[in-house]
Structure formats: C-alpha cells, structure tokens
C-alpha cells in the first residue's frame, strides 16, 4: 500500500490546497475498492508489480489531477476567435502608428550617428514594440476570459459576436485582380512614408543619393550637381506628396474605383518629373578650374540623351495607361451614340 | 504535395469521433444510473456491466463536476469499515435528465429516420 500512497501524494501536489484532502479521500477509497476486487479475483493480495500495473492504468499523476481541476487555458475557445480578430485588425494599425512616430521622430529630432542608423534602429526596434503590443492584448483577452466565466458576464460587446451581414464585402469580380487586403494597403503607406522621409534626408546627407556616383565624380575632377536638380527636388517632393495622399485615401476600400484615375495623375506627375530631367541641358556643373571639361559636356550630352530616351518610354506608357482606363467610358459614348 | 502524410489513419479518425459521440452519451449514462446512490468505483462498475465502460480518471472528476453544477448530491458516509462518498442525482438532476433523455430520443429518432431515407445518388 506505500505504492498507493506515493500515487496520492504525487496527485496531491497538483492539487489547488483547498479541495486536496478530499479528492485525495475519495481516490484512495475508489483504488482501494479496485484494489479488492482484483485481490478477490486472485484470491491473494496484490504484488507490488500488480499494484504498480493497476496505478499505471489509473495514469499519470499530473494527468489524474489536471482532470480534476477547471479549465486552464489563458484564452478559451469562446473569448479565442474575438481575440484572434483583433490580432488582425489592430496589427496593421500599430505597425503604422509606429512607422509614423519613427518617422516624425526621425526627422523632428536631430539625428545623433548617420540617418542610416537611426532608420536601422528604428527598424530593429519594431520587434519588442509589437512583441509588446502582443502581451498587452493577450493579457486584456486573458482577463476577459477569466471574467468570462463569472456569472452575468455579457458577451456581446465582444468584435466577433457583432457583425452585419449587409457589410461583407462586394463579390469579387473573377476578371478583376483581388483587391489588396488592408495589411498590404497598410504596408504600401509605410513604406511610403519610409521612402520620402530617405528622400527628404538628400539634402543633409548628399552620400545617399550619390552613392556609387560619388566614383564618377572623382573622375570628373571636382564637379559639382547643376543647380537645376533642386528644382527637380521640389518635382519630387510635390510627386511624393501626392502619391502619400493616394495611399492614405487607398487605406479606405470606398476609394478603389478612384485608384486607376489617382495612379494615372501619379504617373502624369512623372512624366512631367522626367520631361523636366530631359530638358536640363546642364547636369553637372565645374566646382574648379581643374575639371576635365571635355569629360563634363561628353557626361552632360549622354545624360541629356538617357533621359530623352527615358521620356519617349515613360509617355507611350503613359498613353497605354491612360487608353486602358478611357476606353470602357468612349465604348459606351459611341454605343450611346448610335 | 503530399497531402496524405499528416492525415490521421483511419482507427485514429474512428477512436477520436467515437470519443466525441461517447462523451454526452457517458454524462446522461452516469446521471441516469445516479437514480439509485452509489460511490465512484461501484458507479463505474455498473456501468461497465452494462456495457457503457468508462475510465476511472475521467468519471471521478465528472462526478464533482455535476455535484458543483447541482446535479447530483453527495454525502461521505461509512460502508464495510470505509469512508465512502456516495452520490445521488438531486432533485434538478432529475429535472435535466429528464430534459437530455428527450434530447436523447429525439436525436436518436432523427437519426433513424435520416438512415432509412434512401441516399439521392
């Protein structure tokens, strides 16, 4: 029987205090009576191997209490789908909310060490931002859960239990690609915000846009951008913007159909960018007397052409794209008209 | 892509869904056979002579969870020289009893008629 009573004692320690003693009695009793029966069966008493054989059979002593306590999953099948909900939906939004913040703050706060770090940093930091804004919905779903389970307790308010059927999405259109999910349209907006504020740090930190260019110009002597290029900047930056407006509007479904128009105007906006490019006639100016000019004017003229070259292509694309979204409009004018 | 490899064999589908078809089945069981007081071991006994076997790590804790439900009453009492619990379905136990046995039957009538229709081909 110490075999029996090691079982208990090793089921015991699973146990909450309170309720201990008396499943502890009520097991004892129930084994002992199974105990009998099977020494009667034999008409001997148990060996230990016996014994062992039926306590194994009855199983493991944490198995045997966790049987007896209530469910202890932090979040339960109930509270699980509004929690996942959440997940979901909120994720997006924090990832932006931070790309936001990293980005004002970026470019607000004055930058100790290079951009490039701090746009490093700020990346490497979003894993314990969003590993906390996990902990903090799990632990707020795990006290719905616990309260959950108190009487009175009203579901209702919960994201999965409230929903109207008439606001599901239209159905999709088998010749139209899948619109993007809201993660995406999230993700496209980040991004973005990621690339002007690379574009907006030029200025301050030249490196970044000249880069392997910097070679070139070494070869040139000591040449120097045109004053032009800062004309072409506020091009961009004016482009940027309005793409950044586009992407913000792209955050709401109810703006899909305007999206072609938007990525159209965008698309004008470039060639206008790049037309202006292929109009400069001076790309790099002589910073000293010690400039190859013979270099400078080869690099002025192919640049000028390249960029000519890059205008035909933008424009006849453009064309296409511009034919693509007017042509349903002018099929239905001319049925109209006859 | 292998599809097949992660699938549960055919015994391990039946046993699962078995289990799943047993386990309202068990709790009306031990309800009904609570009519007359009995303690775990002899409950779990009786049930097993009819047929309807049950694991005694599962049937102990079930019987405390239907006490604290109000379901059954229970009482520790002495028998051949031991401390035993015996346990009895209360007067609400009776109630839901009443109330899954007509569950029960009704399934159970549902399921005869579903499986003398003949199947559309």
Redesign the interface.
């Known amino acids: 029987m110490n075999l029996l009573e090691r079982y208990l004692q090793a089921i015991g320690q699973y146990l909450p205090p309170a309720t201990r003693q008396d499943i502890l009695n009520e097991l004892r009793v129930n084994l002992e009576a199974q105990i009998d029966d099977r020494a009667e069966e034999l008409n001997r008493p148990l060996t230990d191997p016996e014994l062992s054989q039926l306590l194994q059979s009855h199983g493991r002593p944490e198995v045997v209490a966790a049987r007896y306590l209530p469910q202890r999953s932090l979040i339960g099948p109930t509270i699980f789908p509004s929690y996942l909900l959440t997940l979901r939906k909120a994720f997006p939004l924090v990832v932006l909310i931070y790309v936001i913040a990293q980005a004002i703050s970026l470019v607000a706060e004055p930058q100790q060490g290079d951009l490039l770090r701090g746009i490093f940093r700020s990346i490497v930091q979003i894993v314990p931002t969003l590993l906390i804004f996990w902990a903090s919905v799990t632990i707020v779903f795990a006290v719905i859960e616990f309260a959950h389970t108190r009487p009175g307790f009203d579901t209702r308010w919960l994201p999965s239990s409230k929903w109207d059927p008439t606001k599901l999405p239209a159905l999709h259109d088998a010749t139209n690609p899948k619109p993007k999910s809201f993660a995406t349209r999230v993700a496209d907006l980040g991004f973005h915000i990621l690339w002007i504020l690379y574009v907006l740090a030029i200025p301050a930190h030249p490196f970044l846009i000249i880069g392997p260019s910097d070679w070139y110009l070494r070869q040139l002597g000591n040449a120097a951008f045109a004053p032009a290029w800062a004309t072409f900047y506020v091009l961009l930056l004016v482009l940027l913007g309005f793409q950044l407006i586009t992407r913000i509007l792209a955050l709401n479904p109810v703006f899909d159909r305007q999206q072609p128009v938007l990525d159209l105007i965008t698309k004008a906006l470039g060639v206008t960018g790049t037309a202006f490019l292929a109009s400069m006639k001076t790309y790099f100016i002589a910073a000293s007397p010690s400039v190859n000019q013979a270099v400078l004017a080869n690099v002025n003229h192919w640049m000028g052409v390249s960029f000519r070259i890059l205008l035909v292509i933008v424009s006849i694309q453009l064309l296409i794209d511009a034919w693509k979204l007017l042509r349903p409009t002018l099929r239905v004018k001319s049925v109209l008209l006859f | 892509m292998d599809t097949t490899s992660n699938t549960p064999s055919e015994p391990q589908i039946f046993d699962s869904l078995r289990l799943e078809l047993r386990r309202g089945c068990l709790i009306v069981a031990a309800l009904a056979q609570l009519r007359s007081e009995h303690?775990?071991?002899?409950l779990?006994?009786a049930l097993a002579d009819q047929g309807l076997a049950i694991?005694?790590?599962?049937l102990?804790?079930l019987l405390?969870r239907l006490e604290t439900q109000g379901l059954l009453t229970s009482q520790w009492r002495e028998e051949d020289k031991?401390?035993?619990?015996f346990y009895k379905l209360s007067a609400q136990g009776e109630t839901i009893l009443t109330h899954l046995l007509a569950e029960w039957n009704s399934i159970n009538d549902s399921l005869h008629k579903i499986l003398k229709t003949p199947t559309e081909a």
Do not use: A, D, H, I
Not at chain 2, 39 to 42: A, D, L, P, Q, V
């Open positions: 303690y775990g071991y002899t779990r006994k694991e005694e790590s599962t102990y804790p405390r031991r401390n035993k619990r």
